[in-house]
């Protein structure tokens, strides 16, 4: 193996793989939410919409948290998150959507409910760490 090819190799292995679910994760959230009702696919699914939210902002909120991005910019990612979410309900009327407050409430306890994920997984590790 080359050393150039080494190098390629170390760079493709530092990518943060979780920051790309995430940027991907978000366009999906972003179109989902702006497409027409018209064209949205008729899927008959066996949640509500509401657990639909929730779950598409755990998926944002837990992998802003575990990107081993910085503090700062894990915090920026989860904000990011929360503010495109109140963004799209703004933005859905004019795209033959309606504004639901009831959206908002179930992106934020998405987020909420990754947040208490991430902090519960850490605390476990933290006393792991200390009583070896």
């Known amino acids: 193996m080359s050393i150039e090819s080494k190098g390629l190799e170390m760079q493709f292995s530092k990518i943060n793989w979780l920051f790309i679910i995430w940027l991907i994760a978000l366009i ?7 497409i027409p009702v018209t064209h949205v696919p008729g899927v008959s699914l066996l949640v509500t919409d509401k657990v639909q939210h929730a779950a598409a902002y755990f998926l944002l909120g837990i992998t802003a948290l575990y990107s081993g991005q ?10 990011v998150s929360f503010s495109i979410g109140v ?3 703004f933005l859905q009327p004019f795209t033959g959507r309606h ?3 009831n959206d908002i409430v179930a992106n934020s306890a998405g987020l909420f409910v ?3 994920v991430y902090l519960v997984v850490m605390r476990k590790k933290q006393r792991r760490a200390t009583a070896n």
């Open 28 to 34: 999906f959230v972003l179109v989902g939410s702006l």
């Open 70 to 79: 910085s503090i700062l910019k894990k915090i920026l990612m989860y904000l």
């Open 87 to 89: 963004a799209i309900e």
């Open 99 to 101: 504004f639901e407050i």
């Open 114 to 116: 990754s947040l208490l």
